[in-house]
């Protein structure tokens, strides 16, 4: 009965009542085998729902108890599956890679699947100082024989691993072809929390921004629909540089506040210090992006991961680019690209690479590197990705040419949701007008440039935008610094899901406080906005704002 118990409740999105359901099934049940499958089962529940200590206990339990080959293989995957919510990728990836393996003859669905996830760790990890790398998870997962239906889950796999071991254009046709699936097909809600972490990523590495956004949104949405806490934290971390990128700052800090709060609940926060570090730079804080970095580089739980040095050198070359310290912002950039093949970041720090570059004077380097960026914009094929490429090809080149590619750039840009990057292209190309002396031209650019930056929140870049205009002879006044800067981390979250039109009972439910506490907020957030009413929230957080009302 509790077992049933546990069914309904899963059904219903109560991840950890049918936990506690079915840990209370395993303690009542007499017989040895019996109880060894409702202690595995607890345990996969306690997982999914963020209680990895309990998790632990139950599947050590369990492995006392007479488990079969194929239950001692879901033993190996769930302990997999707990090393990497609660501690880091490279912890998780030998253990989904044993029981992969293991899986293989019982289960082909299952083992593509565990596969499927230790990819998804090689990707997040980065390169290891030991053991298996990316290169050997997708050598295995290729071998692995195929899953069951439907289709976009084996083209996905598949061209996930041509891409990692033929080349990135050798893998991009099946990855789009596998996307579009996702983006457009109908997708259960078990399947969604499994194959939309990979999905998403790898929508991110084919500049494919809609899916991307499409992808991400849906995960989150399915991982706070049925309270799966160990899925969350990795979602987040998707859908906030998503929101980083499109130029909504405040939406992404709000992710990040609600990516704090899992962490703090489960004991797993580094997701949440990855989610801080890719906002942070954007925003032009210095201060606060070097305490970032500092924990991510401290947490001895992500010791010797390459994506450690990767991200922190990226969110780096940001900052100081921002900033205009180029000298600096190339020595990041330089780090943070130094390993290619783990695409994400690393591609992302050779477009800050070809920046800093061109400014420090280096040009060779920034050619390299600009050559490098548009044989990937080739394959990709997307509007980001070729004015991504027209823009950095644009900063290589003089004249006429550089002129014709900076419009590209704009043009493609613009057709995207890729705020930041459709704005920084007016910024550079503005600096370039300036540079040929091309006043009146460079003022349009850089003018737009620092609105667009300044709405966003990108500080850091729009004061280099008004110090451009100033250089052309612009009058221009620093932007008044946002009332919203004011509320802290959870009361902007807060205000934002109220903002959005969620009752206190239902924010206090994502948050994990009680509707009294999110009242208790919503007064200092009032007081402190100078508004009388939850209605006005809205209005007043996007005073200031690109986004429609």
């Keep these: 009965e509790l077992e049933r118990s546990a069914g309904r409740a899963q059904a219903r999105g109560g991840v950890a009542a049918a936990a506690a359901f079915l840990e209370r099934a395993a303690e009542l049940t007499p017989d040895a085998a019996r109880r060894g499958a409702r202690a595995l089962a607890a345990a996969r529940a306690k997982q999914r729902a ?36 609660s501690r880091s990728a490279g912890a998780g990836l030998p253990l989904l890679l044993k029981a992969a393996k293991r899986l293989e003859p019982l289960d082909a669905g299952l083992a593509r699947e565990t596969y499927r996830d230790a990819l998804y760790a090689a990707f997040t990890a980065g390169r290891l100082p030991s053991g298996a790398q990316l290169a050997d998870v997708a050598a295995a997962a290729l071998a692995a024989p195929p899953g069951p239906r439907p289709e976009r889950n084996d083209l996905l796999m598949t061209g996930v691993a041509a891409m990692v071991t033929e080349g990135y254009a050798a893998g991009m046709p099946t990855v789009r072809q596998a996307l579009d699936a996702f983006s457009t097909e109908e997708i259960s809600r078990e399947e969604g929390l499994g194959w939309l972490p990979l999905a998403s990523r790898m929508a991110f590495n084919a500049w494919d921004f809609d899916g991307w956004s499409t992808l991400s949104a849906k995960l989150v949405e399915l991982a706070r629909e049925t309270g799966a806490l160990s899925i969350l934290p990795p979602a ?21 506040a609600e990516a704090v709060t899992i962490g703090e609940a489960t004991g797993s926060r580094f997701f949440a210090q990855y989610c801080a570090l890719v ?72 477009v800050e690479l070809v920046e800093a570059a061109t400014r420090s004077g280096r040009a060779a380097r920034a050619v390299v590197a600009a050559r490098h960026l548009d044989e990937m914009a080739q394959a990709a094929g997307t509007d980001w990705a070729l004015g991504t490429s027209a823009l950095v090809r644009a900063q290589v080149s003089e004249g006429p040419a550089a002129d014709t590619l900076y419009r590209e750039a704009i043009e493609l840009l613009g057709r995207t949701e890729v705020g930041v990057a459709r704005a920084r292209s007016r910024l550079l190309y503005g600096e370039w007008l300036r540079r040929e002396n091309r ?22 870049f729009a004061e280099r935008a008004r110090r451009e205009l100033q250089a052309t002879g612009e009058a221009v006044r620093k932007r008044p610094v946002e009332v919203r800067t004011t509320l802290t981390a959870q009361e902007a979250q807060i205000a934002q899901l109220a903002g959005d039109g969620l009752t206190n009972s239902e924010i206090g439910a994502q948050l994990f406080i009680s509707p009294h506490t999110v009242e208790w907020h919503l007064r200092k957030i009032f007081v402190k906005l100078g508004i009388v009413s939850r209605k006005q929230i809205r209005a007043t957080l996007l005073e200031g704002t690109d986004e429609p009302a």
């Excluded at 942070?280 to 804080?285: C, Q, T």
């Excluded at 943070?336 to 994400?344: A, D, I, K, V």
Aim: charged share 25%.
């Design 50 to 85: 963020g209680g990895y200590d309990a998790a632990l206990e139950l599947l050590d339990a369990a492995e006392l108890s007479p488990l079969d080959e194929r239950e001692l293989a879901q033993a190996d995957l769930l302990r997999g599956q707990i090393m990497f919510a």
């Design 236 to 256: 987040l971390l998707l859908l906030v540089p998503n929101r980083a990128h499109a130029g909504q700052l405040a939406v992404a800090e709000s992710l990040v």
């Design 279 to 350: 906002v942070e730079p954007w925003r032009g804080r210095e201060a606060a992006t070097r305490r970032t970095i500092e924990a991510v580089t401290r947490d001895l739980a992500l010791q010797g991961e390459g994506k450690v040095l990767t991200a922190t050198h990226w969110a780096s070359a940001v900052l100081c680019n921002g900033l205009g310290r180029y000298e600096e912002a190339y020595v990041s950039a330089e780090r943070g690209c130094e390993h290619p093949q783990e695409l994400g970041l690393a591609i992302s720090s050779m």
């Design 439 to 460: 006043r009146a031209d460079a003022r349009e650019q850089l003018g737009a440039a620092y609105e667009l930056l300044g709405q966003m929140g990108a500080e850091a």
